[in-house]
């Protein structure tokens, strides 16, 4: 009997061991698995911001580059115009891509970003379609809204 007690706590024993080796092993598995999905998580939200952040700055680009088309025309701005002439058919294209363009930061930035475009955008629209004062600059008119969109822009893109 004692011989077979002592055979039943080493079956025991390895019994143990083996359930002990599973659990182990298991444990491995579930923290290796979960490591991978942390990483496939980190992977995949590090893609999605770099691709937000490539449409930011294409957005920006646009509504820079549409917006210095805007100030061309305003420098160019005829002091008698008609619906019918070719400044303000090129204008009007030109002024309805940059409110598009400027609808699209409010999409796609914070709000002070959008905001700061919007106060350059109805700077810019008031001196196209209604000049300014003689001996005012659409420069310096502009400068001070331009520059803090692109302040806020900047502060947003990092």
Do not use: C
Not at 73 to 94: G, N, V, Y
Not at 126 to 139: A, N, Q
Request: glycine fraction near 6%; avoid cysteine; proline fraction near 3%.
């Amino acid at each position: 009997m004692v011989a077979m007690s002592g055979q039943v706590w080493v079956s025991l024993i390895s019994l143990g061991g083996v359930a002990l080796g599973g659990v182990l092993s298991f444990l491995v598995q579930f923290a290796t698995q979960r490591s991978a999905e942390r990483t496939e998580q980190r992977r995949q939200q590090t893609e999605l911001s770099e691709a937000r952040r490539a449409e930011r700055l294409a957005l920006l680009e646009r509504f820079v580059e549409v917006g210095a088309e805007a100030e061309r025309a305003a420098f160019s701005r005829p002091h008698e115009w008609d619906d019918t002439s070719a400044w303000f058919l090129t204008t009007q294209d030109a002024m309805n891509r940059l409110w598009v363009a400027e609808r699209l930061i409010r999409i796609q930035f914070p709000l002070p970003v959008h905001d700061a475009a919007r106060k350059y955008f109805l700077d810019l629209n008031r001196t196209v379609w209604d000049g300014l004062p003689d001996g005012e600059s659409v420069r310096d008119y502009l400068e001070d809204n331009r520059l803090a969109f692109l302040d806020a822009a900047r502060a947003v893109m990092g």
